[in-house]
Nanobody, 113 residues
């Protein structure tokens, strides 16, 4: 299984960005997926998760700004990020949970004016 994250970049405060993570393998639809992030000098933290059945969970600090979704036909999980703040600057990683945990390589999101 390989996870390829993309879509990061530079965005102005208050702006929006959607990042994606494409997974290889035929069992994507049965796997729980999640997004984590790691800011410079900080520990990696949970951002959002989505179960195989589409149930979503979010970190409390997001306050409704981000939305996680999945497309099982495209083997892709998305993170729609709105009202971005400078403190959202981080490398965002996707994770596939299961008997074995897989991590993507990360995509950098920079929120700055």
């Amino acid at each position: 299984v390989q996870l390829q994250a993309s879509g990061g970049g530079l965005v102005l405060p208050g702006g929006s960005l959607r990042i994606s993570c494409v997974a290889s393998g035929s069992t994507f639809s049965s796997a729980a997926m999640s997004w984590y992030r790691q800011a410079p000098g900080k520990q990696r933290e949970f951002v959002a998760g989505i179960s195989s059945g589409g149930v979503t969970t979010y970190a409390s600090f997001l306050k409704g700004r981000f939305t996680i979704s999945r497309d099982n036909v495209k083997n892709t999980v998305y993170l729609q990020m709105n009202s971005l703040k400078p403190e959202d600057t981080a490398v965002y990683y996707c994770k596939r949970s299961g008997t074995v945990t897989y991590w993507g390589q990360g995509t950098l999101v920079t929120v700055s004016s």
